[in-house]
C-alpha cells in the first residue's frame, strides 16, 4: 500500500482527492493536515466521507509526513514550495495541486503570483504533470507539478493542432468557461450563490494566472512562441470546465476528426467524440475523462474545438492521481474508473 | 457473473442503474431495452457511460431477457406487471423500480394508478424492497417491489419511533422535498429548467400516488392504522430528497439519538448523524446512503426527524441493486461502496 | 417628495430597498450610507442601479441624514437601536428593517441576540410593521420595526386560522424554504454557490431567531399562547420563501377556502390562489406580493396552508416601503405595483 | 391609449410582452391570443400576472385583432408571416418578435427555416428592429422585425468597430452563451432542468439560424462581407446573454474605451461600462439594457468586447416594446424604465 499524505486538506481539491484516495485499493491515507482544523475528524468536516475516510487532521509539518510515500499539496499557492524540498530529501515523492512548481521561469512566477518563490531550484526538475504530454517524465518524477484546470482543457484542446502545425500559433483564442468550485472553498462575497447563481461573466480578461502556464505548455508543443488570447468566465454551476478553442488554419483542411482520434488512441482519459458532437460538461461530472470534439464551421478556415472536462477531477484531484499512478508504476486507471454523474 | 437485463435503459433510473452496474464486479449487464431506440448504442444517447458500457439497447421482449439472471425494470408504471409473470416461470428473477407491485391490495392500485392491475396474482408474492424492513424476505425473494423515492426516506426516518410505539401514529406529518429527477425523462413543460428554476413549490397535496405506499408500511411497521399527512415539494436541484418529518411524542421523551443510533447500528446504509447535525443532500449525492438526523425543538412534545437520500440512488437504483445483492447472497455493498459527490 | 436616507446600502435589503424606491414616483433617494465604501459611487458597486440611482455612499452618522424625512435601516442587527432616538427627535420618522424592534421583551431579545438592548424604551412604542395586522397603528408610528422574512410568510399563512380560532394553537408547524439571498450579502463558506447550489438542507432546527418573533405575533393574533415547531430551511435559489403550515384543526371543517378569501379581500398585496392551488415562489419574484393556498388533505383532520413571498420584497425591502407609505399617508401601492419577473 | 394585441401569448416572449405592458401607461393589452387555452384567463396559466392583466385568451385570427392599434406576433416562426399583410391592409402596425421577416433574402430565409416564405413581398418592406442602427427607419415602419437574442447582443457590441473599419471584418468571432428561456416554453427534454441544470454545453456548431441574421446586418455595418464564426452555449441559467466577441484590430490601437462611450452615448439602453470591467448578466436581468466592455488584453491586436443583455428583454419583448415606442412617437423609455433584478 502506498501511504498517502494529503497537506491542505479542507479545499475543494482536498476533499476531492480524499473522495477518490478512498476507494483507490492501492492506496491508503495516512495523513491530511490542516492548520484550522487539527484534532476535528475529517467527516466531521465533510460529512460526505462518513464511512469512506477514518482520520484526524493533523497540522501541516515535514515531520507528520515523514513516513508517507507520496505527499499531495491542495494548498493555496505559496504553501508547497516552503515544504517540498525536505520532503524530497527523504525520499517522497511530492504532487503538488497548487501553482508553485508550474513555471519554469521563477521571475514570471514572482511577477503572476506577487511573491518571491521560495525555492527555485525544483523549478528546473518539477516535472509538468499533463500525462498525455509528459508521461515518460513523469514516471520518472520526484516532484511533479500538476497543472491547472484551465490549462488543462485548453491544452488538450489544442495539442493535435500545433503538433502538427496546422494553424497560426499566433493567434490562439481560448474561451472558457468554470464552474464555480474552482474558485475554491472561500469566504468571499463573489462566489456566493446570490452573486454567482442565475448570472453568467468573464472575469480577469486583462490577464489570468493561468493565461502564463498556458502559454508555457502550448510554446513547448508548438516548439515557437505562441500568442493567446484567453478570456476565463465564471458560468452558475458547481463543477466542470468546457474550453471552447478558436484557431485559424494555416493549411487546407485536413481530416481535423480522424487527426484528433489519432493523437489520442491510446489515450484512456481523453475522448475524441463522434464528428458532430458538442461535449457537454455534465458527462464529465466526477470523473477523470476530457471530451473533445472539432469542428470548422461553414467550411471556413477557422477550427473550433470543445473540450471539457471536470476541474475538479481531471483539473485537478484525478490528474493527481493519474500521476501518482504513473510516478508508483501502477495502471493508469488505478482508482480513477468511476463514471460520471448523471444527470 | 450475474447476467442482468435492465428493460426500459432510458430513463434517469435506467441510466443510473447502468451508472452503478458498470462498476459491480460480479454483474454483467447482458440486455438493455428501449423500444424506442432499438440498435442506438447506449452511449451514443447517454456519453457519460462512454467506455463503461458496451451496449447496444434491445427491443423489449421476453425472448431477449431469457438468458439473463435478473431483470429490473426501469420502466413506466403498467409495463413490468405485463412480463413478470413469464420472467418468473423461467427463473428469472425481478426487481421492479416501478409501481406495479408495491401496492399489496389491487384495487387501491387501481384507484391510485388509473389502470386495472394486470397481474394481481403476484402482488401477494412481490417483497416490498426496503432492505431495513424486509432483509431476510429479499434474500429469498423471486419478485422484489423496489420502494418509491419519498417512502424511502419517509420509512427510514419514521421506522424507529413507530416500532417503538413512541409517537401519535395518527397525526404523522411528511413535508418531503425532491429534486426534479425525480419527475423522470420526460419531456414536459413543467420541469423545464425555466420552470423550476429559481422556484420552490408543493404539489400534489390532495394525494401523491406515494401516499398509500407510504402509509402501508408505516402500518406494517405500527402495527396498526396510522394517519399521515404527505406534502411532496419540487425543490431547484437535480438529485436529492430531503424529508423533514414531524410526529408527537406520546411518552415522556426517551434519548431518541441513542434510540436512533441502536436501530441502525448494524445498517450499512443508514447513517444517524451526530446530535444536533442537520443532513445536507449533497452529502449523500450518488451514493446509497441514508442521513438522518432527530431533533426535539425546545424541548417540546413534537420531534423532528430529518432524512436525506439520492433520489436516483437509495431512492431507486442503488436500493434495487442493493436487493439484487441480497437474493444473489452477495455482500450487501457490492457495486454500492462510493462516496458522495461534494461539492 | 419624501427625502429618504437608507442606513446600511450594501446588504441585499438596502439595494432592493434602491430598486423600488428609484421608480417611486413620490421618494428621493437623499442618502445612502456605507461604512466601508464612503465615497464610492452606488452605482460602482450594484451596476443593476446604473442610470437609476445617481448617489454617493456616505458614512452613517445622524447628521448625514438629518433633512431625511424617513430613514430605513438596512443594518445588521444592533445598529439601528443606536441611532433610532437621535433621528426621532429630529422628527425623522424610522424604518427599521433589521430586528433591533422587533421583540415587545428587551430581555427575551437579549436572549436570542447575544447583546443588551441599547434602546429598550423605544421597544413598546415601536410598531410591528405588518400591515395586515397592524395597518392603523403603522399609519401614525414614528418608528416601524419592519418584520423579519420568515415572520411574514407564516403569521399570513396562519392569520385566517388563528383569528378564528380554527386550530389548535399549542400545536402548530411551520416548515419553511428559504432562498440563500435571506442569509444576506456577506463573504460566508455555507452560503457559497459550491456549498448551496444543487442542495437542500435544514438549519436551527434547536432555535431559530425568528421564532420568538413569529410566536410573539401568532400569540396577539390568537389572544392566547400558542406552540410552535418552526424549521427553516436552504433551498438552492436565490430569492423566496415558501411556508408550508401544519395546523390540526378543532372543529368541523369550514369552508377554509372561502374564509382565507374573506379574510383577504380587502388587501392588495395578499393574494388568496384558487382552490386547489399550489403558489410557486418564482410567481412573486421581485413583487411585494403574498399567494397563499389552502388545503386539507384527505379530509382529514390537518389543514395545510401554503405561503409564498420574496423574502427581500414582501419579505423586506417592499413592506418597508409599503409601511412607508402608510405612514406618509400615501396609495399603499405606490412604487409596488411591478409585476412578479417569471421565468 | 394604444391598443395592443399579442398573438401566441403563451411563450415566454408573450408573458414578457404581458409583464412589461402591464405597466405600460400609454398601453392596453386588448387582446392576448392563444390558439390552445381559447377562454382561459391569462394569470389562470400565469399567476405571476395575477392583478396585473385582466384578460382572456381568444383565437388568433385577423378579425379578433382587427381593432388593435399594433400586433405582436411571439408566435413560433411561420405564423407572422400568414397573417400579416391582412393586419397591415388594416392600418395595424406589427411588431414580429419572430425570426420571419428578418431576413431580406427569401431563399435564404427557406435555406434556414425549412419553409417556403409565405410572404416575401413584405421582406423590402419590413424594417430590422435595432433602434440603435435603425432607429428613423422603425419610426416610419409599418411592420418591424424585431431581433433575435444573439443577434442584438452581438451586433451591439460589434457595431463600433465595425463602423470605423478597425477590425479584420473577415475573421470575427463570436462565443455566445444563453440562459435555456431562450429555448422557449416548450416540452422538450433536451431543456429539461436535469438535462441543462449544473452542465455547460455547446450546440449548432455547424449553424444556428441567428448566424446569417448576424452576418446580414454586420454587413450592412461594415458596408462590406463579413466573415463570422458563431458559437452559441447553453448555460444553466434561465435569463441573460453574455457575448463575448473577438476581432483583430487592422490599425494601432485606438482609445477603444473612448470610441464606445462615444457610439452610444446618446443611447439610453446602451451602457458602456468603465475601462476594465466585466459585465454580469444579472446586472440586466428584467431590464432592457445592454451592458457593454471592452478590453484589449496584453495590448495584443485581438480585442475582446463583452456585450451582455436579458433575452427575454432587450433580447426580445423590451426590444419590442422600444420599437413600438418608436413607431408612436412615443419617449422611447416608456414602460423600459425598470432597474434590473439583484441578486
Known amino acids: 500500500m502506498i501511504r498517502a499524505g494529503i ?6 481539491t482536498g476533499v476531492e482527492l480524499l473522495r477518490i484516495l478512498a476507494l483507490h ?18 467527516d466531521a468536516l465533510y460529512p460526505s466521507l462518513r464511512g469512506a475516510i477514518d482520520a484526524v487532521f493533523s497540522a501541516p509539518d515535514v515531520a507528520a509526513l515523514s513516513n508517507c510515500d507520496v505527499v499531495f499539496f491542495a494548498t493555496p499557492n505559496g504553501t508547497a514550495m ?5 520532503l524530497l530529501q527523504q525520499g517522497i515523492k511530492v504532487v ?20 518571491e518563490h521560495a525555492c527555485p531550484a525544483l523549478l528546473a526538475e518539477a516535472v509538468y504533470g499533463l500525462p498525455e504530454i509528459n508521461r515518460e517524465a513523469i514516471k520518472n518524477a520526484r516532484l511533479v507539478a500538476n497543472p491547472g484546470c484551465y490549462p488543462t ?15 497560426d500559433p499566433q493567434h490562439l483564442i481560448a474561451d472558457v468557461k468554470s464552474g464555480v468550485s474552482g474558485a475554491g472553498r472561500k469566504a468571499e462575497l463573489a462566489t456566493l450563490m446570490s452573486e454567482t447563481g ?3 461573466k468573464a472575469y480577469a480578461v486583462a490577464g489570468h494566472r493561468h493565461l502564463p502556464e498556458i502559454t508555457q505548455g502550448l510554446e513547448l508543443i508548438a516548439k515557437q512562441s505562441v500568442g493567446l488570447t484567453f478570456v476565463p468566465h465564471l458560468t452558475p454551476m458547481i463543477r466542470g470546465i468546457h474550453a ?7 493549411t487546407d483542411a485536413d481530416d481535423l476528426q480522424a487527426l484528433f482520434e489519432q493523437s489520442y488512441a491510446d489515450e484512456v482519459f481523453v475522448d475524441v467524440l463522434p464528428a458532430n458532437s458538442h461535449p457537454d460538461t455534465r458527462n464529465v461530472r466526477g470523473s477523470n475523462n476530457c471530451h473533445i470534439s472539432i469542428h470548422q464551421p461553414q467550411g471556413q478556415d477557422t477550427v473550433v474545438v470543445l473540450s471539457v472536462i471536470d476541474n475538479l477531477v481531471k483539473g485537478a484531484a484525478g490528474q493527481a492521481i493519474q500521476n501518482m499512478n504513473l510516478m508508483f508504476g501502477l495502471p493508469e486507471q488505478s482508482g480513477l474508473s468511476t463514471v460520471a454523474l448523471y444527470p
Open 7 to 12: 497537506v491542505g486538506g479542507t479545499g475543494y
Open 25 to 42: 485499493t492501492h492506496v491508503e491515507v495516512a495523513v491530511v493536515t490542516s492548520r484550522s482544523d487539527v484534532g476535528t475528524r475529517v
Open 82 to 86: 516552503l515544504m517540498a524540498e525536505q
Open 96 to 115: 503538488d495541486l497548487s501553482a508553485d512548481f508550474r513555471l519554469k521561469n521563477a521571475e514570471e512566477w514572482q511577477h503572476w503570483y506577487g511573491i
Open 153 to 167: 482543457a485548453v491544452q488538450l484542446g489544442f495539442l493535435p493542432l500545433l503538433e502538427k502545425g496546422l494553424v
Open 198 to 200: 442565475e448570472s453568467f
Open 244 to 250: 471552447t478553442l478558436y484557431a485559424r488554419l494555416n
